[in-house]
């Protein structure tokens, strides 16, 4: 009985042959290399500063505010007043006021971005009857949230607070009375963690999309593809055994989808260098809400090799389902058919990664083939991986490989497969 070892030579030149047929589609090779050193900083940056942009851009551009009824001359003038930095920088924008019969009515209408209406006569000194000051806005506009609303608020707050003090100062008191307890918070988070950013999440999520990606052209092209161009035939009448046709296929499109999980590294390492440029020297909510987002992927060397084992491992697991899924498939247009609701059984964990703070970690979740590589990677990034969740997590998903690998060999055996069309 002949020896059903593999020959690593024969293996490469399967490979080699499929990696070949890649690489001479250009598309491919764009959305493989290109689109990860683009996205990935426009996603991780862009997204941050614009929402930078727009907070702090309604917070400089003056609204205009509806008055219905009087309002005490120092509200009205706190309302109006421009607030400014000791160089000058403009960092709020007085509101334009603008009197109006129906509050309601002028914001629904637009003529106004925020309406406001003196439910009881507004005091001008504390201590005596409480006055309701009536807010209009559309709450669920965010522009208004961010804008007019939110100017309001500030600019109550802080009248409430000049009148007590003013009442304080009469009593022999100062502001300390007002708070006798501060709070002073202090992140605990470990730097990495700190300087990873509120979007962390997006690094596993956009790093196995692009594995996604990067091994799907070459994994139906070398399946499916192959058979509707009638190729396929021609490789297993060659003197290979199918474990070996097997192997050099999953190698070709693993190879791809890493080259893919390599140069989104690239992108994150590009846009925490890109975050700092931005916010270096910079004030304002555009530069902290781009800091505080956006985030910067620092790793140490174990950090490096944790994250590459992973990738590694979660590359062989989706590698290993997409030609388990292509070889099934009749053709490219079918296979195509069938991967793309598994693309969304893939995205669609990784972005709910976004809420793991909420999760019960344990080694079970470690477990699950994919999604306990997502989550290690989500650590990694954050630097509080352990070591035996890096285990349990590629341990996992090199499983979930041999049975994928073990299905895929077993539809290559199987001629009714093999040679429908």
Not at 140 to 160: C, E, L, P, T, W
Not at 294 to 306: E, K, N
Not at 395 to 407: D, E, H, K, R, S
Request: aromatic fraction near 4%.
């Amino acid at each position: 009985m002949p020896s059903e070892r593999l020959r690593p030579a024969l293996v490469w030149q399967i490979a080699a042959r499929d990696l070949l047929s890649t690489i001479r589609d250009r598309r491919t090779l764009n959305a493989t290399i290109l689109m990860p050193m683009i996205l990935i900083p426009l996603f991780t940056l862009g997204l941050p500063l614009m929402l930078g942009s727009f907070i702090g851009g309604q917070q400089q551009e003056r609204q205009k505010l509806g008055v219905v009824g009087e309002l005490p001359p120092a509200l009205r003038a706190a309302l109006t007043k421009d607030e400014t930095l000791a160089d000058g920088t403009l960092v709020r924008a007085g509101v334009i006021l603008e009197p109006v019969p129906d509050a309601r009515a002028a914001v629904q209408s637009g003529t106004v971005d925020a309406a406001v209406q003196p439910a009881t006569p507004i005091p001008t000194q504390a201590g005596h009857a409480q006055g309701t000051l009536e807010v209009y806005a559309k709450l669920n506009n965010m522009r208004a949230q961010a804008g007019a609303y939110s100017k309001v608020q500030d600019v109550v707050n802080a009248y409430n607070r000049t009148l007590t003090l003013d009442r304080l100062k009469t009593m022999g008191l100062d502001a300390g009375v007002l708070t006798p307890v501060t709070l002073k918070s202090v992140d605990a988070s470990p730097p990495q963690e700190q300087r990873s950013g509120q979007l962390a999440f997006l690094v596993p999520m956009l790093m196995l999309q692009f594995i996604l990606s990067g091994a799907m052209a070459t994994a139906v092209d070398a399946t499916a593809g192959e058979k509707e161009r009638g190729t396929l035939e021609s490789l297993l009448v060659a003197p290979v055994r199918r474990g070996e046709v097997v192997a050099g296929k999953l190698l070709a499109t693993t190879i791809t989808a890493l080259t893919s999980a390599c140069f989104s590294v690239l992108g994150f390492i590009l846009s925490g260098l890109l975050v700092g440029v931005f916010t270096r020297g910079r004030s304002g909510a555009s530069a902290e809400i781009t800091q505080a987002m956006g985030g910067q992927l620092t790793l140490g060397v174990g950090g490096a090799l944790a994250l590459l084992g992973v990738a590694l491992s979660a590359a062989l697991l989706i590698s290993a389902l997409l030609i388990t899924v292509g070889i099934y498939a009749r053709s490219f247009k079918e296979a195509q058919t069938y991967i793309a609701p598994l693309s969304l059984a893939i995205v669609l964990p990784a972005v709910m990664l976004q809420f793991s703070d909420f999760l019960t970690l344990n080694t079970g979740l470690y477990a699950l083939p994919l999604f306990g590589g997502m989550l290690t990677l989500l650590e990694i990034v954050r630097g509080s991986v352990t070591l035996s969740h890096v285990g349990v997590a590629i341990l996992a998903n090199l499983v979930g490989t041999t049975l994928l690998g073990l299905l895929a060999r077993r539809s290559f055996n199987r001629e009714e497969i093999i040679f429908r069309n």
